[in-house]
T-cell receptor, first 114, second 113 residues
Framework: AQTVTQSQPEMSVQEAETVTLSCTYDTSESDYYLFWYKQPPSRQMILVIRQEAYKQQNATENRFSVNFQKAAKSFSLKISDSQLGDAAMYFCAYREGATNKLIFGTGTLLAVQP | KAGVTQTPRYLIKTRGQQVTLSCSPISGHRSVSWYQQTPGQGLQFLFEYFSETQRNKGNFPGRFSGRQFSNSRSEMNVSTLELGDSALYLC????????????FGQGTRLTVV
Protein backbone atom coordinates (compact mmCIF):
# COMPACT_ATOMS: atom_id res chain seq x y z
CA ALA A 1 0.00 0.00 0.00
CA GLN A 2 1.10 3.52 -0.69
CA THR A 3 2.24 5.62 2.25
CA VAL A 4 3.17 9.27 2.65
CA THR A 5 5.50 10.43 5.41
CA GLN A 6 6.03 13.95 6.67
CA SER A 7 8.74 13.82 9.31
CA GLN A 8 8.46 17.44 10.48
CA PRO A 9 5.40 17.92 12.70
CA GLU A 10 6.18 21.63 13.13
CA MET A 11 8.35 24.19 11.40
CA SER A 12 8.96 27.87 11.95
CA VAL A 13 10.27 30.52 9.57
CA GLN A 14 10.89 34.24 9.73
CA GLU A 15 8.86 36.45 7.47
CA ALA A 16 10.60 36.94 4.09
CA GLU A 17 12.82 33.90 4.65
CA THR A 18 12.75 30.54 2.86
CA VAL A 19 11.57 27.27 4.35
CA THR A 20 11.51 23.72 3.03
CA LEU A 21 8.97 21.12 4.10
CA SER A 22 9.86 17.46 3.61
CA CYS A 23 7.78 14.61 2.27
CA THR A 24 8.64 11.06 1.31
CA TYR A 25 6.35 8.44 -0.13
CA ASP A 26 6.35 4.80 -0.92
CA THR A 27 4.78 3.27 -4.00
CA SER A 28 5.36 0.61 -6.58
CA GLU A 29 3.35 2.49 -9.18
CA SER A 30 4.95 4.39 -12.04
CA ASP A 31 2.02 6.66 -12.84
CA TYR A 32 0.99 8.92 -9.99
CA TYR A 33 0.58 12.50 -8.89
CA LEU A 34 1.87 14.38 -5.88
CA PHE A 35 0.35 17.41 -4.24
CA TRP A 36 0.92 19.89 -1.49
CA TYR A 37 -2.21 21.18 0.19
CA LYS A 38 -2.46 24.00 2.70
CA GLN A 39 -5.04 23.97 5.48
CA PRO A 40 -5.36 27.29 7.30
CA PRO A 41 -7.38 27.70 10.51
CA SER A 42 -10.52 27.98 8.38
CA ARG A 43 -9.98 24.24 7.72
CA GLN A 44 -10.51 24.45 3.98
CA MET A 45 -7.90 22.50 2.06
CA ILE A 46 -6.27 24.63 -0.61
CA LEU A 47 -4.12 23.19 -3.38
CA VAL A 48 -0.66 24.76 -3.34
CA ILE A 49 1.16 22.86 -6.05
CA ARG A 50 1.04 19.57 -7.96
CA GLN A 51 3.57 17.38 -9.68
CA GLU A 52 3.00 14.65 -12.26
CA ALA A 53 5.40 11.77 -11.74
CA TYR A 54 6.17 11.46 -15.43
CA LYS A 55 7.43 15.04 -15.57
CA GLN A 56 11.08 15.48 -14.67
CA GLN A 57 10.81 19.23 -14.33
CA ASN A 58 10.02 20.46 -10.85
CA ALA A 59 6.73 22.32 -10.53
CA THR A 60 6.71 26.00 -9.56
CA GLU A 61 3.84 28.27 -8.56
CA ASN A 62 4.97 31.78 -7.73
CA ARG A 63 6.75 31.57 -4.35
CA PHE A 64 6.16 27.83 -4.07
CA SER A 65 8.34 25.22 -5.71
CA VAL A 66 9.02 21.55 -5.27
CA ASN A 67 12.07 19.36 -5.35
CA PHE A 68 10.83 16.09 -6.83
CA GLN A 69 13.29 13.22 -6.60
CA LYS A 70 11.49 10.26 -8.14
CA ALA A 71 14.16 7.65 -7.50
CA ALA A 72 14.42 8.69 -3.87
CA LYS A 73 10.62 9.04 -3.61
CA SER A 74 11.02 12.48 -2.14
CA PHE A 75 8.81 15.50 -2.73
CA SER A 76 9.75 18.59 -0.72
CA LEU A 77 8.05 21.98 -0.81
CA LYS A 78 10.06 25.20 -0.77
CA ILE A 79 8.34 28.42 0.21
CA SER A 80 10.31 31.53 -0.68
CA ASP A 81 9.79 35.00 0.75
CA SER A 82 7.50 33.59 3.45
CA GLN A 83 4.48 35.68 4.36
CA LEU A 84 2.32 35.73 7.46
CA GLY A 85 -0.52 34.30 5.39
CA ASP A 86 1.54 31.19 4.69
CA ALA A 87 1.06 30.06 8.28
CA ALA A 88 -1.00 26.88 8.11
CA MET A 89 -0.89 23.11 8.21
CA TYR A 90 0.69 21.72 5.06
CA PHE A 91 -0.17 18.26 3.80
CA CYS A 92 1.69 16.24 1.23
CA ALA A 93 -0.61 13.95 -0.74
CA TYR A 94 -0.22 11.10 -3.22
CA ARG A 95 -2.68 10.04 -5.87
CA GLU A 96 -2.51 7.08 -8.16
CA GLY A 97 -2.86 7.85 -11.83
CA ALA A 98 -6.06 5.89 -12.30
CA THR A 99 -8.06 7.07 -9.31
CA ASN A 100 -9.00 10.17 -7.39
CA LYS A 101 -8.11 8.70 -4.01
CA LEU A 102 -5.67 10.90 -2.14
CA ILE A 103 -3.34 9.52 0.51
CA PHE A 104 -2.20 12.23 2.90
CA GLY A 105 0.78 12.60 5.14
CA THR A 106 0.34 13.63 8.75
CA GLY A 107 1.01 17.27 8.03
CA THR A 108 3.53 19.94 8.99
CA LEU A 109 2.36 22.93 10.98
CA LEU A 110 4.17 25.99 9.67
CA ALA A 111 4.47 29.10 11.81
CA VAL A 112 5.64 32.38 10.28
CA GLN A 113 7.31 34.79 12.67
CA PRO A 114 7.05 38.52 11.97
CA LYS B 1 -17.60 30.13 -10.16
CA ALA B 2 -19.02 28.67 -6.95
CA GLY B 3 -16.79 26.34 -4.98
CA VAL B 4 -17.56 23.08 -3.26
CA THR B 5 -20.38 23.54 -0.78
CA GLN B 6 -20.81 21.34 2.24
CA THR B 7 -23.78 21.46 4.53
CA PRO B 8 -24.22 21.73 7.38
CA ARG B 9 -21.00 23.31 8.63
CA TYR B 10 -21.45 22.10 12.18
CA LEU B 11 -23.44 19.27 13.64
CA ILE B 12 -23.90 17.81 17.10
CA LYS B 13 -25.42 14.37 17.38
CA THR B 14 -25.98 11.86 20.13
CA ARG B 15 -24.34 8.44 20.18
CA GLY B 16 -26.51 5.90 18.39
CA GLN B 17 -28.15 8.41 16.07
CA GLN B 18 -27.54 8.66 12.37
CA VAL B 19 -26.42 11.65 10.33
CA THR B 20 -26.42 12.75 6.70
CA LEU B 21 -23.92 15.19 5.30
CA SER B 22 -24.26 16.89 1.95
CA CYS B 23 -21.75 18.01 -0.65
CA SER B 24 -22.43 20.03 -3.79
CA PRO B 25 -19.44 19.89 -6.14
CA ILE B 26 -18.26 22.59 -8.49
CA SER B 27 -20.49 22.82 -11.53
CA GLY B 28 -19.34 20.37 -14.17
CA HIS B 29 -17.41 18.19 -11.73
CA ARG B 30 -18.53 14.59 -11.77
CA SER B 31 -16.26 13.06 -9.15
CA VAL B 32 -16.87 13.55 -5.44
CA SER B 33 -14.66 12.11 -2.73
CA TRP B 34 -15.12 12.12 1.02
CA TYR B 35 -12.45 12.26 3.71
CA GLN B 36 -12.50 12.04 7.48
CA GLN B 37 -10.04 14.18 9.41
CA THR B 38 -9.30 13.51 13.07
CA PRO B 39 -6.36 14.52 15.28
CA GLY B 40 -5.46 10.90 15.88
CA GLN B 41 -5.86 9.33 12.43
CA GLY B 42 -5.28 12.36 10.23
CA LEU B 43 -6.94 12.51 6.83
CA GLN B 44 -8.45 9.26 5.70
CA PHE B 45 -10.24 8.47 2.46
CA LEU B 46 -13.81 7.30 2.87
CA PHE B 47 -15.11 6.81 -0.65
CA GLU B 48 -15.36 8.30 -4.12
CA TYR B 49 -18.36 8.62 -6.36
CA PHE B 50 -18.24 9.21 -10.07
CA SER B 51 -21.33 9.45 -12.26
CA GLU B 52 -23.53 8.11 -9.45
CA THR B 53 -21.36 5.02 -8.92
CA GLN B 54 -19.05 4.30 -6.02
CA ARG B 55 -15.64 3.87 -7.59
CA ASN B 56 -13.38 3.53 -4.58
CA LYS B 57 -13.91 2.81 -0.93
CA GLY B 58 -11.63 3.29 2.04
CA ASN B 59 -11.25 1.09 5.07
CA PHE B 60 -14.28 2.17 7.07
CA PRO B 61 -17.08 0.07 8.55
CA GLY B 62 -20.37 -0.38 6.77
CA ARG B 63 -21.95 2.27 9.00
CA PHE B 64 -20.43 4.76 6.61
CA SER B 65 -22.23 4.95 3.30
CA GLY B 66 -22.77 7.43 0.55
CA ARG B 67 -24.49 8.13 -2.69
CA GLN B 68 -24.36 10.50 -5.59
CA PHE B 69 -27.25 11.99 -7.46
CA SER B 70 -27.63 12.71 -11.15
CA ASN B 71 -26.65 16.34 -10.59
CA SER B 72 -23.39 15.11 -8.99
CA ARG B 73 -24.38 16.23 -5.52
CA SER B 74 -23.34 13.67 -2.96
CA GLU B 75 -24.42 12.67 0.49
CA MET B 76 -22.70 10.57 3.07
CA ASN B 77 -24.52 8.85 5.88
CA VAL B 78 -23.21 7.53 9.15
CA SER B 79 -25.51 5.27 11.11
CA THR B 80 -25.32 4.28 14.77
CA LEU B 81 -22.93 7.06 15.59
CA GLU B 82 -20.04 6.42 17.92
CA LEU B 83 -17.98 8.93 19.88
CA GLY B 84 -15.03 8.14 17.60
CA ASP B 85 -16.96 9.39 14.60
CA SER B 86 -16.44 12.95 15.81
CA ALA B 87 -14.38 14.51 13.07
CA LEU B 88 -14.16 17.03 10.28
CA TYR B 89 -15.64 15.50 7.15
CA LEU B 90 -14.26 16.95 3.95
CA CYS B 91 -15.65 16.62 0.48
CA UNK B 92 -13.58 17.09 -2.67
CA UNK B 93 -14.70 17.39 -6.26
CA UNK B 94 -12.82 16.84 -9.50
CA UNK B 95 -13.71 17.72 -13.03
CA UNK B 96 -13.45 14.18 -14.35
CA UNK B 97 -12.73 10.69 -13.22
CA UNK B 98 -9.03 11.28 -13.00
CA UNK B 99 -8.82 15.04 -12.91
CA UNK B 100 -5.57 16.47 -11.75
CA UNK B 101 -6.95 18.75 -9.11
CA UNK B 102 -9.32 18.04 -6.27
CA UNK B 103 -11.09 21.06 -4.84
CA PHE B 104 -12.21 20.82 -1.26
CA GLY B 105 -15.17 22.20 0.59
CA GLN B 106 -14.92 23.80 4.02
CA GLY B 107 -16.00 20.63 5.71
CA THR B 108 -18.65 19.58 8.18
CA ARG B 109 -17.59 19.43 11.80
CA LEU B 110 -19.44 16.53 13.41
CA THR B 111 -19.44 16.16 17.16
CA VAL B 112 -20.91 13.02 18.70
CA VAL B 113 -21.85 13.30 22.39
Amino acid sequence: AQTVTQSQPEMSVQEAETVTLSCTYDTSESDYYLFWYKQPPSRQMILVIRQEAYKQQNATENRFSVNFQKAAKSFSLKISDSQLGDAAMYFCAYREGATNKLIFGTGTLLAVQP
Amino acid sequence: KAGVTQTPRYLIKTRGQQVTLSCSPISGHRSVSWYQQTPGQGLQFLFEYFSETQRNKGNFPGRFSGRQFSNSRSEMNVSTLELGDSALYLCASSISGTGLEAFFGQGTRLTVV
